[in-house]
């Protein structure tokens, strides 16, 4: 899942572990946030939300993330039709 985290961190001059010490994850857990390798529960992301004070839904990309799903869904339903 694309997020804005590495955006948002590197905009309110944060290391990685700066933000994990703020929101109680590891280090390694960021930067796999920020690498797409990883996406945060919930709570993890309202507390990054807060941190950054923007939205959940701007944090995680939220609309875009469901578009690309969306339009991923329907390549897959229209290669299983041929």
């Known amino acids: 899942m694309k997020t804005k985290v ?3 961190r590197l905009q309110h001059d944060l290391t990685q572990q700066q933000l994990a010490d703020m929101v ?3 280090a390694r857990t960021i ?5 797409g ?5 919930l709570m993890l992301a309202y507390r990054m939300a807060q941190v950054f004070g923007v939205s ?3 944090l995680c990309c ?3 993330n469901m578009e690309m799903e ?3 869904y329907e390549e897959v339903s229209k290669s299983e039709l041929h």
Not at 31 to 35: A, G, N, P, T, V
Not at 37 to 41: E, K, L
């Open 70 to 72: 969306d339009d991923h």
């Open 37 to 41: 390798q990883y996406s945060p529960s």
């Open 62 to 64: 939220l609309k875009e």
């Open 56 to 58: 959940v839904e701007e």
């Open 24 to 26: 109680h994850v590891t």
């Open 6 to 8: 590495r955006e948002l």
């Open 31 to 35: 930067l796999s946030i920020e690498k």
